[in-house]
């Protein structure tokens, strides 16, 4: 009997790589400890281990190779941003992910198995505890990322309930470290606590910042749902000292299974053991013991097999409850200086998981003794989708898959204030993505401000986009100019086509970026902006920042938190249909009459076309045909423009992929580039870079 096979999801490299590193171990340990224990077991496992680099669009790829080749079974991806990216892809192949991480609530879907804490199980006993034991005024500190902002927005929801009150709010970058005007902000809001959910490497300088500022935990301590014993390793136990985490386990748990296990784990990968590491362990046990129950890897029957499943661990009772996330008792703890959790407080019994805990008052959350709320009663909070359904993204539809993927990353990058980078062919609608994120966003009424960088002329860039000072230049206007930094404040700039920004200028945008401010030309005054940028560009632009020095590679990184890659219309052909039929009848709509379809054939040859300029090409054909066709009711295959009808309709897919393979083996080796090589095939050089990925054609030595 063939193995079966589980794909281990985790970031090895990225800003959250030390957290995953050890959910990694967890999950080895946990099958190892298995095997030992199920000598006589009828099934075989084999573990596929995969590196998602913290990136959503590296999750999607590597999940959706796993579906391609079979594998049923994922465990791991960390980050919410990573969760959210993969989901289609579980539908598509009827995947199930065991999800093992702490995370912001408000999903239940039928594809994942949640092992981590939801926030009524810690952010509710954390605003209790502090309200009981310290005082009722709270500074809000977090990474600028999707769970962060999520929690934020229940807490304050929440607060009222316990008559406190948030004096403070920021959220730090993400793999930037803290500045320490930071804490100016803080120690000026004269909070009682913080509570942090700050993640990765952003735990370590925030803490150890917190520490060189000289500020007292006796008098302000940080509270998190994030910060384990493997964050504390990592900052040093003095920065942690003090602090507290609440979490449902603590490596100093006495009970003597527990000391075991610690034990047998250190003994093997040694440093310290975490909640995140023990529900990694967990979630990976009971999934192994399902399918072997069941001699099935089918999602719906694994779920079906752990609903109302208890199991004792090595430290508590657990139990799975009716959403598939696990009842079981909480605790906070405070940081000893040998880096240990001394446990201050423990729930009377299980927490119940609620994932849509918004929708409650704080009184009905904790503690209870039993699991409610069976997804059934939840169908308008958390419908199931097909797979087949139109996707929507405020006014963009598809039926593709491959763009629905990058517009779950558009929706996730939409609810946080870090760049995005929005990589497509010319005409494939960046701006209209860019618009969407904007109105889907917090800052969807504040300004979009569009710039095409590449068609201001270069001598003029920097005083469009950071404004002028009176006679700043022969010219300038009297009383100056404002720039697009300054009249995008409190909203969004949309620098399109951000490859052809001189590399001059990049310096300055930079700094822009990291300082929050921005100096007019010919003035020395520093004026700050709230801006959120998100940049586009039809080039490759990590190629030319790491092999050709076009462009910089800080300034690439600083803008590509978030990467959302449009596929060309020739990739997503299914797509063309519903557009060209939005286009006629947006076009009839305008002007009252002319044609209402468009014939068999006629879409035949539309869908057999090439687009090389994408959606606005599309829009342009139709617009043109429906006046050739203005008199008809129907527009027909002779009313489209003679470029769209091939010359020959008898080479086969596989005869032009040859040709085409072909055609760009010969151009790379006659070039000197990949820069030149697309230059004269007619065509953007990520286009080039994506149809050799898909021809399988490796870059020749230079």
């Not at 035949?604 to 139709?622: A, F, K």
Request: proline residues 5%.
């Amino acid at each position: 009997m063939a193995p079966i096979r589980i794909g281990l999801l985790f970031s090895l490299t990225g800003p959250t790589a030390a957290t995953e590193r050890r959910q990694l171990q967890a999950a080895l340990f946990a099958k190892a400890e298995y095997e030992l224990e199920h000598t006589n077991s009828t099934c075989q496992f084999e573990l596929i281990i995969r590196d998602i680099c913290s990136e959503p669009n590296e999750a999607i790829k590597q999940v959706l190779d796993l579906g391609e080749n079979g594998v049923k079974l994922v465990v791991g991806c960390y980050t919410s941003a990573c969760r959210k990216a993969i989901l289609p892809i579980l539908e598509q192949y009827q995947m199930l992910l065991v999800y093992p991480t702490p995370y912001e609530g408000n999903e239940n879907h039928p594809h994942v198995f949640y092992t981590g804490e939801v926030p009524n199980q810690q952010i509710i006993p954390i605003l209790r505890y502090i309200k009981d034991t310290i005082g009722t005024k709270i500074y809000l500190i977090g990474s600028d990322y999707i769970y962060p902002h999520l929690i934020n927005q229940q807490i304050y929801s929440y607060i009222d309930q316990l008559e406190g009150e948030v004096v403070g709010e920021y959220y730090i970058p993400f793999a930037q470290p803290p500045l320490f005007n930071i804490f100016k902000s803080i120690i000026s809001s004269k909070p009682d606590a913080i509570l942090s959910t700050v993640v990765g490497n952003n735990i370590t300088t925030f803490y150890q910042a917190y520490r060189e500022i000289g500020l007292n935990p006796c008098e302000i301590p940080i509270f998190s749902p994030i910060t384990t014993e493997v964050e504390i390793m990592a900052m040093g136990n003095q920065a942690a000292t003090g602090h507290y985490s609440c979490m449902s386990y603590f490596q100093s748990s006495e009970c003597k299974s527990n000391k075991d296990f610690v034990k047998k784990f250190k003994a093997q990968y040694g440093g310290p053991v975490s909640s995140v590491m023990t529900n990694t362990w967990l979630g990976l046990t009971l999934l192994l013991e399902s399918v072997e129950l069941i001699q099935s890897t089918h999602y719906s029957e694994i779920k079906l097999s752990l609903k109302h499943r208890t199991r004792i661990t090595p430290w508590d009772e657990i139990e799975v409850d009716t959403n598939y996330h696990l009842c079981r008792s909480i605790r906070i703890g405070k940081v000893l200086p040998d880096g240990q959790f001394k446990q201050v407080w423990k729930s009377s019994g299980h927490v119940s998981p609620d994932p849509f805990w918004s929708s409650k008052g704080i009184g009905d959350t904790i503690p209870v003794n039993h699991c409610r709320k069976d997804r059934s009663e939840l169908p308008s909070v958390c419908p199931e989708k097909s797979s087949l359904e139109v996707y929507q993204f405020h006014e963009i539809y598809t039926n593709s898959l491959r763009y629905r993927q990058q517009l779950e990353v558009a929706k996730i990058a939409a609810q946080s204030h870090s760049n995005v980078l929005i990589l497509g062919e010319t005409g494939a609608g960046k701006e209209m993505l860019a618009r969407a994120i904007h109105m889907e966003s917090s800052r969807r009424h504040g300004p979009f401000v569009a710039v095409n960088v590449g068609a201001i002329p270069r001598e003029l860039i920097a005083s469009e986009l950071f404004g002028y000072a009176e006679g700043a230049f022969t010219g300038a206007k009297k009383g100056g100019s404002l720039g697009k930094f300054e009249v995008a404040h409190q909203g969004t700039l949309f620098l399109d086509e951000i490859g052809d920004m001189p590399l001059e200028l990049q310096v300055n945008l930079l700094r822009v970026l990291e300082t929050r401010k921005v100096v007019r030309v010919g003035d020395h005054i520093e004026r700050p902006v709230d801006v959120r940028i998100i940049a586009a560009t039809h080039r490759n632009l990590k190629e030319e920042a790491a092999y050709q020095g076009a462009f910089r590679s800080d300034l690439y990184f600083r803008l590509n938190v978030f990467t959302i890659t449009i596929p060309s219309l020739n990739e997503r052909t299914e797509d063309i249909p519903p557009l060209a039929k939005y286009f006629l009848r947006e076009l009839y709509n305008t002007y009252g009459q002319g044609p209402t379809r468009i014939s068999s054939r006629a879409m035949q040859v539309l869908e057999n076309y090439l687009w090389p300029g994408n959606v606005r090409e599309l829009r342009n054909v139709m617009e043109r045909t429906f006046f050739i066709a203005y008199t008809e009711q129907e527009i027909k295959a002779n009313h489209l423009p003679e470029d769209l009808h091939p010359l020959s309709r008898t080479i086969s897919n596989q005869s032009l992929r040859l040709m085409e393979r072909q055609t760009i083996e010969d151009m790379l080796h006659s070039c000197t580039t990949v820069g030149e090589a697309a230059k004269r095939l007619g065509i953007a050089r990520s286009t080039l870079y994506r149809k050799m990925d898909a021809l399988n054609i490796h870059r020749p030595p230079k």
